[in-house]
């Protein structure tokens, strides 16, 4: 079991930046045995990937629309994953939510499914 607290969204101007952060909590395991996404989810539509670290931080993975503006992050020290987010548009505008997987649970897709999610945090750019 984790649990995922989301914080750091907020307002701001097309162009402007942001960093999120998803604070981890777990009992039974320690914050570096997950994977970890960022996933968002517009008014309207399908939740859809944004980015994807693995349990180690080798790997990273972006959405091309987010590829080369967005850096996702973790602090296995600190037990906290990050998203900076750079010359944000506004369709960026979403509630972002952090999710974890533990390393050991298979799937089809690792970079979208995920066993445990946060409550989200809302971005909105304006144009």
């Known amino acids: 079991q984790v649990q995922l607290v989301e914080s750091g969204g907020g307002l701001v101007q097309a162009g402007g930046s942001l960093r999120l952060s998803c604070a981890a909590s777990t009992s039974t395991s320690t914050f570096s045995s997950y994977n970890m996404g960022w996933m968002r989810q517009a008014p309207g539509k399908e939740r859809e990937f944004v980015a994807y670290i693995s349990w180690s931080g080798g790997t990273t993975t972006y959405a091309d629309s987010v590829k080369g503006r967005f850096a996702i992050s973790r602090d296995d020290a600190k037990n906290t994953l990050y998203l900076q987010m750079n010359s944000l548009k506004p369709e960026d505008t979403a509630v972002y939510y952090c999710?974890?997987?533990?390393?050991?649970?298979?799937?089809?897709?690792?970079?979208?499914?995920?066993?445990?999610w946060g409550q989200g945090t809302q971005v909105t750019v304006s144009s």
């Open positions: 999710a974890a997987r533990y390393l050991h649970t298979i799937v089809a897709a690792p970079t979208t499914t995920y066993e445990y």
